[in-house]
């Protein structure tokens, strides 16, 4: 099983700094990598698909770069409705995996 | 507009059963593969099992395997997981996911759609 490890587990930012989020597998994914946001109370939303793909109407302030095992999502000025809890989720080996999550949270 | 309703959840005994349903509108069910995906209390998202299409493509997470079974009814729109022998630790919100997919790429084993979730508690 891929293992991903997301860190930090929490970033303190402020509104307009910007945000990046680590996420690094076990083994190899190639850029089959996504990123999703979660909200109290929410289900998560695709954010970024294969790594670097913005996913319909998302704002283009969310970017994500890497590939093979290192993986960046970043957030390039901070909104007040980005501060959530993020997870990276691979689809290049079965069973599929999610990180443990990063929660970005208002410093 | 996609919707994606869970149902089933509720309170079982340790090796009791439960059975999930997700009821799906909005979308050609029958047009995609669909999936399982749970959240334990406070804790982060584990995906737990998927269904091609047309059912000739089932996987399950190890933590389920031999206890869960996924199925659907493409006639009635339809997800359904049947959770067997549970435990303390399948606590959790259980999630119907739609399996991403675009033009250029086709499907891709990413979440697009998600349910609002049925909570599934194991206690004695």
């Known amino acids: 099983e891929v293992v991903l490890t997301q860190s930090p587990a929490t970033l303190s930012l402020s509104p307009g700094e910007r945000a990046t989020l680590s996420c690094r597998a076990s083994?190899?994914?190639?850029?089959?990598l996504a990123w999703y946001q979660q909200k109290p109370g929410q289900t998560p939303r695709l954010l970024i698909y294969?790594?670097?793909n913005r996913a319909t109407g998302i704002p283009a302030r969310f970017s994500g770069s890497g590939s093979g095992t290192d993986f960046t999502l970043t957030i390039s000025s901070l909104e007040p409705e980005d501060f959530a809890v993020y997870y990276c989720?691979?689809?290049?080996?079965?069973?599929?995996?999610f990180g443990g999550g990063t929660k970005v949270e208002i410093k | 507009e996609v919707q994606l309703v869970e149902s089933g959840g509720g309170l079982a005994q340790p090796g009791g059963s439960l059975r999930l349903s997700c009821a799906a509108s909005?979308?050609?069910?029958?047009?995609?593969?669909m999936n399982w995906v749970r959240q334990a209390p406070g804790k982060g998202l584990e995906w737990v099992s998927y269904?091609?299409?047309?059912?000739?493509?089932?996987k399950y997470a190890d933590s389920v395997k031999g206890r869960f079974t996924i199925s659907r009814d493409n006639a009635k729109n339809s997800l359904y997981l049947q959770m067997n022998s549970l435990r303390a630790e399948d606590t959790a919100v259980y999630y119907c996911?739609?399996?991403?997919?675009?033009?250029?790429?086709?499907?891709?084993?990413?979440?697009?759609?998600w349910g609002p979730g049925t909570l599934a508690t194991v206690s004695s």
């Open positions: 996911a739609r399996t991403y997919s675009n033009s250029w790429y086709g499907f891709l084993e990413y979440f697009d759609y």
């Open positions: 989720q691979q689809r290049s080996n079965w069973p599929l995996t």
């Open positions: 294969d790594a670097s």
């Open positions: 083994q190899s994914v190639s850029s089959y």
């Open positions: 909005g979308f050609s069910f029958s047009g995609y593969s």
């Open positions: 269904i091609s299409s047309s059912s000739s493509t089932i």
